[in-house]
């Protein structure tokens, strides 16, 4: 068997190339995607990076809705939380903060849904997952589709793709290129 025949068969494991640029990044077509790219894909993609938060924020703020992706983090935090006094601190926390009928950011959750009082006193690190669901699956079957056609999501993709097209970042996949043609 030739080299190219046994590649073909699957007798030898494939051969990945990385091609880096002169600050030895990846520079690769298989690069991962990264902000307004990977936010696109799926609210938690949007959810795992600070930056994408911050905008989701400053978009749910002017929906009158920041509430939704505060609580979400917040129990996010609660399921990290150690101890049982922690607990019960952080827990009511989001209770007071989110649940209760008198709370300042209330979230619109299903009535049956909600949580008394009494639960708070032996708290656990997922006693808050079934109203976590709720709001994300809102926020993902509503104001997340809104959010990739806000001013706030298309601006900040305008910016990034600018800076991507910047001198500077064409001179680094010029200097990258080179490297790789010689």
Same mark, same amino acid.
């Given at each position: 068997?030739?080299?190219?025949?046994? =590649?073909?068969?699957?007798?030898?494991?494939?051969?990945?190339?990385?091609?880096?640029?002169?600050?030895? *990044?990846?520079?690769?077509?298989?690069?991962?995607?990264?902000?307004?790219?990977?936010?696109?894909?799926?609210?938690?993609?949007?959810?795992?990076?600070?930056?994408?938060?911050?905008?989701?924020?400053?978009?749910?703020?002017?929906?009158?809705?920041?509430?939704?992706?505060?609580?979400? =983090?917040?129990?996010?935090?609660?399921?990290?939380?150690?101890?049982?006094?922690?607990?019960?601190?952080?827990?009511?926390?989001?209770?007071?903060?989110?649940?209760?009928?008198?709370?300042?950011?209330?979230?619109?959750?299903?009535?049956?849904?909600?949580?008394?009082?009494?639960?708070?006193?032996?708290? *656990?690190?997922?006693?808050?997952?079934?109203?976590?669901?709720?709001?994300?699956? =809102?926020?993902?079957?509503?104001?997340?589709?809104?959010?990739?056609?806000?001013?706030?999501?298309?601006?900040?993709?305008?910016?990034?793709?600018?800076?991507?097209?910047?001198?500077?970042?064409?001179?680094?996949?010029?200097?990258?290129?080179?490297?790789?043609?010689?």
């Amino acid at each position: 068997l030739s080299w190219s025949e046994a =590649l073909l068969l699957g007798v030898f494991p494939p051969i990945r190339l990385e091609i880096n640029d002169s600050e030895g *990044h990846p520079s690769s077509s298989h690069q991962t995607l990264k902000g307004t790219s990977k936010w696109a894909t799926s609210l938690e993609n949007l959810l795992e990076d600070p930056e994408g938060v911050k905008r989701f924020r400053e978009f749910l703020k002017k929906e009158f809705s920041e509430e939704n992706v505060l609580f979400w =983090l917040a129990c996010e935090e609660f399921k990290k939380t150690q101890g049982k006094k922690q607990m019960q601190e952080k827990a009511k926390e989001i209770y007071m903060t989110f649940l209760s009928s008198k709370a300042s950011s209330q979230v619109n959750v299903e009535g049956q849904s909600r949580l008394s009082e009494t639960i708070l006193e032996t708290p *656990h690190p997922l006693m808050f997952q079934k109203l976590q669901d709720q709001i994300f699956n =809102l926020m993902k079957y509503d104001s997340y589709s809104r959010f990739l056609k806000s001013d706030i999501f298309l601006n900040h993709k305008k910016s990034e793709e600018q800076e991507e097209n910047s001198p500077e970042a064409q001179t680094a996949a010029k200097r990258a290129s080179r490297i790789y043609n010689t």
